[in-house]
């Protein structure tokens, strides 16, 4: 009678174990049919990132912060021809913070210090194309340029206020802030803290320089940017903390490695990373490197 009672408890708990087994693979099979929009929105958005500067149009004027206009071209050719579609940062902010929508390849194209070819050689390739180009100005230099009253030269002038004004209401450009005059590797590096400054007076610096920018964006052009790039890429926790105490949304940086965007996690935007593009190699070669396995998925 015991040996009976026994083996039925054995043949219980192995059904047990059966059942428990069946639904652990029935769960296993239903996760593996997760969709790819919901497998993207719970690991990450690709979003490859790239940081261009100067744009001539002589090929000998190359170097490796210059792209000609027809490594440029060429460029957002590569990049349409494989299913990429630049947007602005504030799409990935929207995404990322406030529920919205990205297309299937987002891919930013960033333009730093805010070169006047910027608006000069590139507004007429945007439209044409319909591309959005993230521009990032120092606010000395946009200050200098709006009243030296001098007529603006594409080889070497920075861009106004008008044009900084025109080029927003075209919709092709969107505007970051650079900071007004810590682009500079003197007495700190970028916005680094210097070695002989307390905590506090490092963040008096920071905001006096920073939110100075943000405004005479404001009073310049009636807004103030919400993404922050740093100067030669050099940051720190106390800037980043500064930072967002002033309300940016996103920071860019410049270490060349992906990034991954994920609904819902703000921390996600902040010192992105940026592929530097030299005007001393190819479209072929640089895009290889920046998308990488991302062409064909």
Same mark, same amino acid.
């Given at each position: 009678?015991?040996?009976?009672? $026994?083996?039925?408890?054995?043949?219980?708990?192995?059904?047990?174990?059966?059942?428990?087994?069946?639904?652990?693979?029935?769960?296993?099979?239903?996760?593996?049919?997760?969709?790819?929009?919901?497998?993207?929105?719970?690991?990450?958005?690709?979003? %490859?990132?790239?940081?261009?500067?100067?744009?001539?149009?002589?090929?000998?004027?190359?170097?490796? #912060?210059?792209?000609?206009?027809?490594?440029?071209?060429?460029?957002?050719?590569?990049? $349409?021809?494989?299913?990429?579609?630049?947007?602005?940062?504030?799409?990935?902010?929207?995404?990322?913070?406030?529920?919205?929508?990205? %297309?299937?390849? %987002?891919?930013?194209?960033?333009?730093?210090?805010?070169f006047y070819n910027n608006y000069e050689y590139m507004i007429g390739l945007l439209k044409k194309e319909k591309v959005k180009?993230?521009?990032?100005?120092?606010?000395?230099?946009?200050?200098?340029?709006?009243?030296?009253? @001098?007529?603006?030269?594409?080889?070497?002038?920075?861009?106004?206020?008008?044009?900084?004004?025109?080029?927003?209401?075209?919709?092709?450009?969107?505007?970051?802030?650079?900071? #007004? @005059?810590?682009? $500079?590797?003197? @007495?700190?590096?970028?916005?680094? $803290?210097?070695?002989?400054?307390?905590?506090?007076?490092?963040?008096?610096?920071?905001?006096?320089?920073?939110?100075?920018?943000?405004?005479?964006?404001?009073?310049n052009c009636d807004f103030r940017p919400n993404v922050f790039t740093y100067p030669y890429g050099f940051n720190s926790e106390?800037?980043?903390?500064?930072?967002?105490?002033?309300?940016?949304?996103?920071?860019?940086?410049?270490?060349?490695?992906?990034?991954?965007?994920?609904?819902?996690?703000?921390?996600?935007? #902040?010192?992105?990373?940026?592929?530097?593009?030299?005007?001393?190699? @190819?479209t072929e070669s640089f895009m290889k490197v920046v998308l990488g396995n991302s062409e064909n998925s």
């Open positions: 009678m015991f040996k009976t009672i $026994k083996l039925s408890k054995l043949l219980v708990a192995v059904l047990a174990m059966l059942v428990l087994s069946a639904g652990a693979f029935t769960c296993f099979s239903g996760k593996a049919q997760v969709n790819k929009e919901e497998k993207s929105a719970r690991e990450g958005i690709e979003v %490859p990132i790239i940081m261009y500067h100067s744009v001539q149009l002589d090929p000998d004027k190359c170097n490796e #912060y210059t792209v000609t206009l027809d490594q440029l071209e060429s460029d957002i050719e590569y990049i $349409k021809q494989n299913n990429f579609t630049p947007v602005f940062m504030n799409d990935l902010i929207r995404y990322v913070n406030y529920n919205g929508e990205l %297309p299937d390849k %987002p891919i930013v194209l960033t333009f730093d210090d805010g180009a993230v521009i990032s100005v120092v606010g000395s230099y946009t200050i200098n340029a709006s009243e030296s009253g @001098d007529v603006p030269s594409a080889a070497y002038s920075y861009l106004r206020w008008c044009d900084i004004n025109e080029m927003r209401e075209s919709g092709y450009y969107e505007f970051c802030n650079h900071s #007004y @005059d810590m682009h $500079k590797l003197e @007495d700190r590096k970028g916005v680094l $803290k210097r070695s002989d400054e307390s905590p506090d007076a490092y963040r008096h610096a920071l905001i006096t320089d920073i939110d100075g920018l943000q405004k005479l964006f404001e009073t106390a800037s980043e903390e500064t930072l967002k105490a002033l309300g940016f949304e996103a920071t860019l940086g410049v270490e060349e490695k992906p990034n991954y965007i994920v609904k819902g996690c703000s921390e996600c935007l #902040y010192r992105l990373n940026r592929y530097n593009r030299s005007g001393l190699t @190819d």
